[in-house]
């Protein structure tokens, strides 16, 4: 099994550009979530989903935007970069369960110049 | 007051040492609690989740005490391969929102 898988792996974007970061995972699980990982901060919550067509907002959502249209598949919408958004982002998911912990792809290294 | 608190280190030590990771969660309703590892530039990976009662896998112990509201991690006879930061995750209830401390990092040295 491939688990989960971002791309691109690395971006560099200006100012004011848009971009999706994708993410897919092949292990059928309903919870998804995508997280940026800065230095000496933690991962914080972006935003989430608990299944296709059910997402809503952790506790950085803004300038960001997501949908989930199938179970596999959960991408990360950056309306317009701002530098403050250079980051390193990560997708995971999991099945559900308290003691279930996530599964995370590989991240995406994001600079916005 | 962050919602999990970690101590950053670095934590020091030579091969075979033990040595033990503190962290402190500040939503008394929370329902789950975790111990990633995460190696330089790579994803966090779970490496074992704590319960009520302790539990032990090989080399590491997870204890939680919930009334002080503090989870620890023990690693005893340490390899250089356990170099990597150790992030402190809760889940506060519903909906699988983890929450995760900034880590503590871990070098080990021969």
């Known amino acids: 099994n491939a688990g989960v898988t971002q791309t691109p792996k690395f971006q560099v974007l200006k100012t004011g550009q848009s971009m999706t970061l994708q993410c897919a995972q092949d292990?059928?699980?309903?919870?998804m979530s995508w997280y940026r990982q800065d230095p000496g901060m933690g991962l914080r919550l972006i935003h989430y989903s608990v299944g296709a067509g059910i997402t809503d907002q952790g506790e950085v959502p803004n300038g960001y935007n997501v949908s989930r249209s199938t179970t596999e598949d959960f991408p990360l919408r950056l309306l317009s970069a701002a530098p403050s958004q250079t980051s390193v982002y990560f997708c995971?998911?999991?099945?559900?369960?308290?003691?279930?912990?996530?599964?995370f792809g590989s991240g995406t290294r994001l600079t916005v110049v | 007051r962050k919602e999990v608190e970690q101590d950053p280190g670095p934590f020091n030590v030579p091969e075979g040492a033990t040595v033990a990771f503190n962290c402190t969660y500040s939503?008394?309703?929370?329902?789950?609690f975790f111990w990633y590892r995460q190696d330089c530039r790579k994803e966090p990976k779970l490496l074992m989740s704590v319960y009520s009662s302790g539990n032990e896998d090989g080399r590491f112990t997870a204890q939680l005490n919930r009334a002080s509201q503090y989870i620890s991690l023990l690693i005893r006879d340490s390899k250089l391969s356990d170099s990597a930061t150790y992030l402190c995750?809760?889940?506060?209830?519903?909906?699988?929102?983890?929450?995760f401390g900034a880590g503590t990092r871990l070098a080990v040295h021969p």
């Open positions: 995971a998911s999991t099945s559900g369960g308290l003691n279930y912990g996530y599964t």
């Open positions: 995750v809760v889940n506060p209830g519903g909906y699988n929102k983890l929450i």
């Open positions: 292990m059928n699980h309903e919870y």
């Open positions: 939503n008394s309703a929370s329902q789950s």
